[in-house]
């Protein structure tokens, strides 16, 4: 009997930790890059890519700086290539849909509904920043919402799905984002198969418990049935916990220094090649397979890379 294919996402540098967080978050368009072929290599099939000012750090939208880094690494693998529509805190809609609508890629995250997205309590756990918008930012979480109305999703869904042939990261913080998700599946707006992330461990999103891992994935079965590959990530600390329960039950897994600066307790990676090639290491030890990028495109049903613009 064959094994089952695990497929690895790797989140290269995100937009929820800042520079003065840790000296290892690639900023520049060739750490990214560098950072994205590392994981690559070390076994990740999905690279969920965000853009940053190479001077200061801080998260941006423009296509422009997307169009520093995502060549070199198409060229430099095979792996799909995913870019965010999240985008970054502040940033509108039609900010975060300038580098996706621009660059076409084969897929993009799509964030599965509004709503708190805390991060300034790490406000309290350090005083010295490399940059002044590094604590603005993150107090700016505290008043402000994520905004992914239904309005949005669906333009998302017309303007990217439909327009551009990209499918998606469905990401979803809780149990409702499910739902959200089932409503535009009945509305013929999302088409499968879906890919589904659960996300564990944001402030303002579901608790990082193993039971709720357990209830979002029953909750996913009954929406999706078989349509779906089911995919689970946890922020910082709960990263190798939650990912690997997943992978046990039957799941993929995102790791990344997006979503966790640390390689194990106190100890911070050096790398996203590092975080992929420890939960490789533990994949195989669970005897299962990791997929390759093309049994990816083939289980997700992508367009290939010769169909998108940069």
Not at 156 to 162: A, P, Q, W, Y
């Amino acid at each position: 009997m064959s094994k089952r294919k695990v497929i690895i996402t790797c989140a290269v540098t995100g937009s929820i930790h800042t520079p003065s967080m840790s000296p290892h978050l690639p900023v520049t368009p060739a750490q990214i890059a560098e950072n994205a072929m590392g994981a690559a290599r070390a076994g990740a099939s999905i690279l969920h890519l965000h853009a940053r000012h190479p001077e200061n750090g801080q998260p941006t939208p423009d296509p422009s700086v997307f169009r520093q880094f995502l060549p070199e690494i198409k060229s430099g693998t095979d792996a799909v290539i995913n870019v965010t529509t999240g985008g970054g805190h502040n940033m509108t809609i039609d900010d975060r849909l300038a580098g996706p609508l621009e660059l076409q890629p084969e897929m993009c995250s799509l964030n599965m509904g509004s709503m708190n997205f805390g991060l300034y309590p790490i406000l309290d756990r350090r005083s010295d920043w490399q940059y002044d918008w590094e604590p603005v930012y993150l107090e700016n979480t505290r008043d402000g919402i994520f905004r992914n109305t239904f309005a949005d999703i669906e333009a998302i869904l017309k303007r990217l799905g439909e327009g551009c042939g990209t499918r998606f990261e469905f990401e979803c913080y809780d149990v409702g984002h499910l739902y959200n998700l089932a409503h535009f599946v009945d509305r013929g707006l999302a088409k499968p198969p879906f890919f589904v992330q659960t996300i564990f461990g944001i402030l303002g999103g579901i608790g990082p418990d193993i039971d709720n891992l357990v209830h979002m994935r029953r909750i996913a079965d009954r929406l999706f049935g078989q349509d779906y590959h089911w995919s689970v990530l946890a922020a910082g600390r709960h990263q190798t916990n939650f990912v690997t329960t997943g992978a046990i039950m039957g799941g993929n897994i995102r790791v990344g220094l997006e979503d966790n600066l640390y390689l194990s307790k106190g100890v911070m990676a050096e790398s996203n090649e590092q975080q992929v090639r420890k939960i490789r290491h533990i994949v195989e030890e669970l005897s299962l397979e990791v997929a390759a990028p093309e049994e990816v495109r083939e289980m997700l049903q992508l367009k290939g890379p010769q169909n998108v613009n940069f």
